[in-house]
C-alpha cells in the first residue's frame, strides 16, 4: 500500500497566476488536476496575481471551485533584476504559505511572479518537489515562449547577449516597470488604483503608459544578470525532485537545456472530457453550392500565438468560401487585437470574444476545422486535445510539442509556422476538398481524461515520496 492509500496526501499546486482572473491553458490545466485530485487528497494552490489596485505582497486566501487559493500580490516593485525571479518580500510570503500549508508534497507548475527560491524553501521544510514543464520561464526572463519579437526571432539556443535586449521589450519589463514608478512614488495605492482602471476602460492608453513607465523607471540589465539567473535555473533544476513534461519535445528540449535525463517523465495532460457536438458531414446541403469552411482559432490573443499568420493566409482564399472565427479575450494584450482587427478589415473574419469554460464544447460546435499557428515551441496545447475531443480536425504549425499530438495527414495537417502562404495553401486544400474535414476527422484520437491523469500523478507523488531510486526506476529514456 502506498502512501497515498493509507491517508490523503497535502498537495500544494505552484503556479505564476490563476483563476478566475487568468484562463490560459496551465491554469486552466492546474484547477482541473488539482479539482480531481481533491476527490481523495487536500489540495491547495499557491499563486501571484499582478495588481495595482492592491498593495505589493498582499496576500488573499480564497477558494475558487472548492480549491482553497492563497493569492500573492507580485506588482514587480524590482529594486533589481534579480527580484524579477527572487522577490524578497514574496519569497518571505511564500515561506509563510509553506508553514501554514504544511504540504507533504510541492507540484510547480510556474515559478513565473513567485520565485526561484520556492523548491529550496519546501526542500528546507522536508518538502519533496515535483514540477510539470509548461513553458520555458525558467530560462527565458522574457516570458517563457523563447521568442525575441521584436527581431522576431525564435531561440533556438539561450543567447544571454540577445536575452539582455530582449527583456526590456518585453510585456514582463513593462510590469516592472509600473512596478518601479509606484514604489518610487510613495503612493502605490493612488497609481495602482488608476492603472488598473485606466487598463480596463482604456487599454491602449494603458499601453502608452506602459511605455513611458519603461522609460522613467528602467532596471538596469547586463549579460552577466542574464547569466545569474541562468545559474538559479540550474539550481532549481537540483531542487526539484522530478520534472514532468507534456511532450517528448519539451522534454529533449529541457535535456539540451541541460536537465539530467533521470529526472524527467514525459506524460501528457489529462482533460475533463468534452461531449462531442452533433455534426453531420459538410456538403451542399442540398443547395448544390459547397457550405463555406468554418475556421476556428481558440486561445489567448498574444503575438507568439500567430493569430496574424492565420489572417494574412486566409487573405489569399476567396471570402465566399470560409469564414474564421476567433475566440479570445480581445482586452489582455488590446495593441495586438488593434492590429489584428486591421488585418481582418474587409474579410469574413468575426472577433467572438471571451468564453466561459462551460462553453466550451459549444465553441466547437460553431468551427469545422481549428488552426493553432503558434511561433514559439509549444508544449502539448490544450486547444489541440479540446479539438479531438470534439471530433475537430486540426491545422497546425510544425513546431515544438505540436508535431508530437498532430500526425499529419491522418489526425490533422501541418504546415511551416513562419510561411502564411503554406498554410493558405492547407485550408485551401480542404475548401476543395470538404469530405477531406471529416475524414480527418474520424481519425482523432483519445484523449486522456483529467481522473486518469490525477491517478498517475498519485503514483508519481508516492514514487517521489518513497524516494529517488523509485523515480529512477520509471523514468522514460527519450
Known amino acids: 500500500m502506498t502512501r497515498c492509500d493509507n491517508r490523503p496526501l497535502r498537495i500544494l499546486h505552484a503556479i505564476h497566476d490563476f483563476l478566475p482572473r487568468h484562463q490560459a491553458g496551465s491554469e486552466i490545466y492546474a484547477c482541473e488536476l488539482g479539482r480531481a485530485l481533491a476527490a481523495r487528497h487536500d489540495v491547495t494552490v499557491l499563486c501571484a496575481d499582478h495588481d495595482l489596485s492592491r498593495r505589493h505582497g498582499h496576500v488573499t486566501w480564497r477558494v475558487h471551485e472548492g480549491l482553497p487559493v492563497i493569492e500573492i500580490v507580485n506588482n514587480w516593485a524590482c529594486a533589481s533584476f534579480e ?29 513565473l511572479n513567485l520565485s526561484f527560491d520556492l523548491p529550496a524553501l519546501a526542500r528546507s521544510h522536508g518538502i519533496p518537489v515535483v514540477a510539470t514543464l509548461h513553458d520555458y520561464t525558467l530560462v527565458c526572463p522574457s516570458g517563457g515562449q523563447r521568442i525575441h519579437r521584436a527581431e522576431h526571432h525564435l531561440c533556438d539556443v539561450i543567447d544571454t547577449e540577445r536575452c539582455a535586449r530582449c527583456f ?59 547569466d545569474a539567473r541562468l545559474a538559479a535555473a540550474r539550481r532549481v533544476f537540483d531542487e526539484v525532485d522530478l520534472f514532468v513534461a507534456p511532450s517528448p519535445s519539451v522534454a529533449a528540449e529541457f535535456q539540451r537545456l541541460g536537465l539530467d535525463a533521470a529526472k524527467i517523465r514525459v506524460s501528457d495532460y489529462g482533460f475533463v472530457p468534452l461531449v462531442r457536438p452533433s455534426q453531420g458531414t459538410r456538403g451542399n446541403g442540398g443547395t448544390g453550392q459547397r457550405a463555406a469552411l468554418r475556421i476556428g482559432y481558440v486561445g489567448t490573443l498574444v503575438w507568439h500565438k500567430g493569430l496574424h499568420v492565420l489572417i494574412d493566409a486566409v487573405r489569399g482564399l476567396s471570402p465566399t468560401a470560409y469564414e474564421l472565427k476567433i475566440f479570445g479575450d480581445p482586452n489582455v494584450f488590446p495593441e495586438y487585437t488593434a492590429d489584428l ?56 504549425a510544425r513546431i515544438g510539442g505540436i508535431a508530437d499530438l498532430v500526425e499529419d495527414g491522418r489526425t490533422g495537417l501541418l504546415y511551416d509556422p513562419t510561411s502564411p502562404a503554406d498554410l493558405e495553401a492547407v485550408l485551401r486544400s480542404l475548401i476543395e476538398k470538404p469530405a477531406r474535414v471529416d475524414e480527418l476527422a474520424r481519425h482523432a484520437p483519445r484523449v486522456k481524461s483529467i481522473v486518469e491523469d490525477a491517478r498517475e500523478w498519485e503514483e508519481t507523488y508516492a514514487a517521489v515520496l518513497k524516494g529517488r531510486d523509485a523515480i529512477s526506476n520509471r523514468s522514460v529514456r527519450l
Do not use: C, K
Not at 193 to 211: D, I, M, W
Open 83 to 111: 527580484d524579477t525571479y527572487r522577490p524578497p518580500l514574496i519569497r518571505d510570503r511564500i515561506a509563510h504559505a509553506l508553514r501554514a500549508v504544511q504540504p507533504d508534497i510541492l507540484h510547480v507548475h510556474n515559478l
Open 168 to 226: 526590456p521589450q518585453s510585456p514582463v519589463y513593462a510590469h516592472v516597470s509600473l512596478g518601479r514608478l509606484a514604489a518610487a512614488t510613495h503612493a502605490p495605492g493612488p497609481i495602482g488604483r488608476a492603472a488598473a482602471t485606466t487598463a480596463r476602460r482604456l487599454p491602449g492608453l494603458a499601453s502608452l503608459l506602459g511605455r513611458a513607465a519603461r522609460r522613467v523607471a528602467a532596471v538596469p540589465l547586463t549579460r552577466s544578470d542574464i
Open 341 to 396: 482587427r486591421r488585418r481582418a478589415a474587409g474579410l469574413p473574419v468575426r472577433f467572438m470574444g471571451a468564453f466561459g469554460r462551460d462553453r466550451t464544447a459549444n465553441v466547437y460546435a460553431e468551427i469545422d476545422v481549428l488552426v493553432v499557428p503558434s511561433l514559439w515551441l509549444e508544449n502539448s496545447p490544450l486547444v489541440i486535445h479540446e479539438a479531438f475531443m470534439a471530433g475537430i480536425p486540426v491545422v497546425a
